[in-house]
């Protein structure tokens, strides 16, 4: 046998593993979802945002994601984070789900959507870029890592 093989042919799912991470950002505030979609697309994820639940499972539907960044309050709609969550498990499974907060008196939801699965680890709000990269870096690599358990 001669010639050479590309990676994709010794290892079609080598593409995969080296596959940028998609970040979906849902948030009420373009501030927000601005700053941090940049510093994660300077941290190498793809990153798109979403200004309310409904714009988040419409971009769910049509995209895959490898995490979603879920804010708790939202100003307007029928949804409020803990809301959202739910639907988005229900509809996508196990997609990892950090949920975000700047308010106190939501502790209640948050410890609720961590009961029922999302990331352990809570991104409030204000943080620092090193406490928001390494939460939604450890959230991948837990995920990746029970992907791979699971698939043994």
């Not at 895959?64 to 029928?78: C, N, S």
């Not at 509809?91 to 948050?110: C, H, K, Q, R, S």
């Amino acid at each position: 046998m001669s010639g050479s093989f590309t990676s994709k042919e010794i290892d079609p799912m080598l593409e995969k593993k080296h596959k940028r991470p998609r970040i979906l950002i849902v948030d009420d505030e373009q501030t927000l979802r601005d700053v941090w979609q940049e510093v994660l697309l300077e941290e190498g994820y793809e990153v798109e945002t979403a200004e309310s639940p409904e714009d988040a499972f419409a971009t769910l539907q049509d995209e895959k994601f490898d995490l979603v960044l879920l804010d708790e309050v939202f100003k307007t709609g029928p949804f409020d984070g803990l809301d959202t969550f739910r639907k988005i498990r229900n509809l996508y499974g196990a997609l990892p789900v950090i949920m975000m907060t700047g308010y106190p008196d939501v502790e209640e939801n948050i410890a609720q959507a961590v009961q029922e699965g999302a990331y352990r680890h809570v991104i409030r709000k204000p943080s620092t870029i090193s406490e928001i990269t390494e939460i939604v870096s450890d959230c991948l690599l837990e995920s990746r890592k029970g992907e791979e358990a699971g698939a043994r």
